[in-house]
C-alpha cells in the first residue's frame, strides 16, 4: 500500500516506521509495527495517542488462518479468532471497535504446525496467488478507508460508533 500510494515509510516513532500521505482522499498514516507480531498493540495504541484519534478510526490488515490462502473478508469489530496481534490491539486500545482486513492464509492439517506453517515462505503455486490477493486487499483498503471517512464523519456529530 505504501509503495503504490508513494507513501514512504521513512519515520520512526511510537515503536513503528511510518510514513502519512493522502489515499481517496482520505489523510491517513501507514504504519508497521516494529514489535513482535504478538506485541503489535502496543505500537498501535501509542499511534492512537500520538494522533488524538480514536479506535473507529483505525484499519488494521492482518493474516487469518481460519480463512484459506486468497480470501478476504472486512470486519468492523469482533474478537481475535486467536489472531494474537489481533488480540494485543484490541487489548491496548480496551475495545474491539476498530476495522480490519483479513487475509486469509489458509489452515495447516495438525493445529501443533500453525506456528510453522505461518512462519514458512509460500509455494511458488501459492506466491503467484498471493500477488493477486496482495491487489485485491489494496483495494479493499482504499474502499474501506472511504467508507471509514464516511462513517468517522457521520458519527462526529452524533458522537454514536
Same mark, same amino acid.
Given at each position: 500500500?505504501?509503495e503504490?500510494?508513494?507513501? #514512504?515509510?521513512?519515520?520512526? =516513532?511510537?515503536?513503528? !516506521? ?9 489523510? $491517513?498514516?501507514? %504504519?508497521? @509495527? ?9 505500537? #498501535?495504541?501509542?499511534? !492512537?495517542? %500520538? +494522533? ?7 484499519? $488494521? ?5 481460519? !480463512? @484459506? ?11 481475535? #479468532?486467536?489472531?494474537l496481534? /489481533?488480540?494485543?490491539?484490541?487489548? =491496548? ?14 489452515? @495447516?492439517?495438525? /493445529? ?6 505461518? +512462519?514458512? @515462505?509460500?509455494?511458488? %503455486?501459492?506466491?503467484? +496467488? !498471493?500477488?493477486? /490477493? $496482495? ?5 479493499? $483498503? ?20
Amino acid at each position: 500500500m505504501a509503495e503504490k500510494q508513494r507513501i #514512504a515509510l521513512s519515520q520512526s =516513532k511510537h515503536k513503528a !516506521l511510518y510514513g502519512e500521505g493522502e489515499i481517496e482522499g482520505c489523510r $491517513v498514516m501507514i %504504519a508497521k @509495527p516494529m514489535t513482535y507480531m504478538n506485541n503489535s498493540g502496543q505500537a #498501535a495504541k501509542l499511534i !492512537l495517542s %500520538a +494522533l488524538e484519534i480514536s479506535p473507529n478510526q483505525v484499519l $488494521v490488515v492482518h493474516d487469518d488462518i481460519d !480463512l @484459506p490462502l486468497g480470501k478476504i473478508k472486512i470486519k468492523k469489530k469482533g474478537g481475535d #479468532a486467536g489472531q494474537l496481534g /489481533v488480540r494485543s490491539i484490541t487489548e =491496548k486500545f480496551g475495545t474491539d471497535q476498530y476495522y480490519r482486513i483479513r487475509v486469509g492464509v489458509g489452515r @495447516p492439517d495438525d /493445529v501443533e504446525d500453525i506456528v510453522d506453517y505461518v +512462519l514458512t @515462505p509460500f509455494t511458488e %503455486a501459492e506466491n503467484k +496467488l !498471493l500477488n493477486e /490477493v $496482495v491487489e485485491e486487499a489494496l483495494l479493499k $483498503v482504499e474502499e474501506t478507508l472511504v467508507e471509514m471517512n464516511k462513517r468517522n464523519n457521520q458519527t462526529e456529530e452524533s458522537e454514536e460508533w
